[in-house]
């Protein structure tokens, strides 16, 4: 059976490794760059160099000279009309009778020119031809190689017919002379520059390298003791910090992150503790007070208030169910859930409802809605729903006499208001009134009072909806401010 293992990574892992590779990488191009610069120069040097010996074969063929083969450049002279070679020599071998020239005769003229001093020639690069005929003398050791060519070109009706035929040539021929730029400098002076450059590449990629690792792993020591730090960081022991270093780089901004985010996290488990054992606070109060009136009821049957008892097991059952819908309720928001598709709602309709349900009969207060007209906006009625009843039912409960909704359309927003004529709360407490199992006033019965979820569940609603909900202050009473963006009115309407 064929298993497929695991792909190896080849490279390196550690930044130290990758460091120095990077390094040599740099020293290898740099070494690249610097061989075919030396090589470029050289090479024009030569070429440059090649320009005298050019110079003096043009004068000697104008003076109808035929020059020696013995040459320290390589040369070779063709005319037009002419099979053979005028002369060559200096490393391309003189052709037997017969045999055709190596460079090819004279093409219209192109390049550069030297006009300043009275002549001119042409650059180019040629290839060598390879010659096997038997016409042909030895062969050339430059056969097969391609050369940069220095050219000029004379003309044969500028020398006196005897010149002409002291040169083998028709007196309307013309004649180029060609000087071949051989590599022999350029390739020697490259060939020391590549041995200095191995040597001192291999001793400065040693240097290089290790200076390099020394450093990064000095610079990354600190890193590794954040990561240290970070990786002792438990549930069981969630205040460990990492140490900041007092360099102010990087580093001690990284530092600083992971510490605010390990506070961050300290502080949402700290909650989440805190909203557990607030959870079970609440729980134990009415599964304590329903067994144990069952239990009292059914010891002293023929002395039990059975209605009573009944009252007192369903207004803690559903004191129980209520408190699960918003623990769970809580659970779907802290889990970030898409709010419910919907269309639009109106506030107004819905606050008007609930006026006219007025099924708060613990409370003795009456509810009163206003609005100056339709109030629509997008999302679930059944999430607007649930906002709106907290907010009534948790002004009923500190009200007075009287509870006030107001409901208007302003700049774009549905505003609307919970108004209660109640004890009030003070402006140091209205951010802390939306946390979760706060009650201000501790004391008082449980049976009455909340669980401490209904504002901090409608404030989660509406930031769902991407609205806002506050305390404002007030001399008289609580006073609840609600703004969701406005929706178009719907079509159907």
Do not use: C
Request: glycine share 8%.
């Amino acid at each position: 059976m064929n298993t497929a293992e695991p792909r190896r990574r080849r490279w390196p892992r550690s930044v130290r490794a990758r460091t120095a590779l990077a390094v040599a990488v740099a020293l290898a191009a740099m070494g690249w760059w610097l061989h075919h610069d030396v090589y470029r120069q050289s090479t024009q040097i030569a070429r440059d160099q090649a320009r005298a010996p050019l110079l003096a074969l043009a004068v000697q063929v104008r003076e109808g000279v035929v020059p020696s083969p013995r040459s320290a450049v390589p040369y070779e002279i063709v005319a037009t009309g002419r099979r053979t070679a005028v002369a060559s020599g200096g490393g391309l071998d003189t052709p037997a009778p017969g045999s055709r020239h190596v460079l090819p005769a004279p093409p219209p003229l192109s390049g550069p020119a030297d006009t300043g001093s009275g002549w001119y020639y042409t650059q180019y690069d040629i290839r060598i031809p390879e010659r096997r005929d038997a016409g042909f003398a030895g062969g050339s050791d430059l056969a097969g190689g391609t050369y940069p060519v220095l050219s000029t070109d004379v003309w044969a009706g500028e020398l006196s017919s005897g010149q002409a035929a002291a040169l083998g040539v028709a007196p309307d021929a013309t004649l180029r002379v060609n000087v071949v730029v051989l590599p022999d400098t350029a390739e020697a002076i490259t060939g020391t520059i590549d041995l200095l450059l191995l040597r001192a590449g291999l001793v400065s990629l040693l240097l290089i390298s290790a200076v390099t690792y020394l450093t990064v792993r000095v610079a990354l020591r600190p890193v590794e003791a954040i990561r240290a730090a970070t990786a002792s960081v438990t549930a069981s022991d969630p205040t460990e910090r990492v140490t900041v270093p007092a360099s102010g780089h990087e580093i001690a901004a990284l530092a600083t992150t992971i510490n605010t985010t390990l506070q961050r996290l300290d502080e949402a488990a700290a909650r989440q503790r805190r909203f557990v054992a607030n959870a079970a606070h609440e729980l134990r109060s009415p599964l304590t007070t329903l067994p144990a009136s069952l239990e009292v009821a059914l010891a002293y049957p023929k002395r039990t208030d059975w209605p009573g008892a009944v009252t007192t097991a369903a207004r803690q059952t559903r004191r129980l169910q209520s408190l699960a819908e918003d623990l769970l309720l809580l659970a779907r928001l802290d889990a970030r859930a898409p709010a419910a598709g919907g269309g639009s709602v109106d506030l107004a309709a819905l606050a008007s409802r609930l006026v006219e349900q007025d099924d708060l009969p613990d409370q003795p207060v009456t509810l009163t809605a206003d609005a100056t007209g339709p109030a629509y906006m997008s999302g679930d009625a059944d999430d607007h729903g649930r906002l709106l009843r907290n907010l009534v039912d948790n002004a009923a409960r500190h009200a007075t006499s009287r509870v006030r909704v107001t409901v208007r359309n302003q700049d774009g927003e549905v505003v609307l208001s919970v108004r209660d004529d109640g004890p009030g709360i003070p402006g140091e407490e209205s951010e802390r009134v939306f946390e979760r199992f706060v009650r201000l006033d501790d004391a008082r019965s449980r049976d009455r009072g909340g669980a401490g979820l209904g504002l901090p569940i409608a404030r989660e609603l509406a930031h769902r909806h991407r609205g806002t909900l506050f305390q404002v202050p007030s001399d008289v009473g609580a006073y609840f401010e609600l703004r969701l963006p406005r929706a178009p009115v719907p079509v159907d309407v």
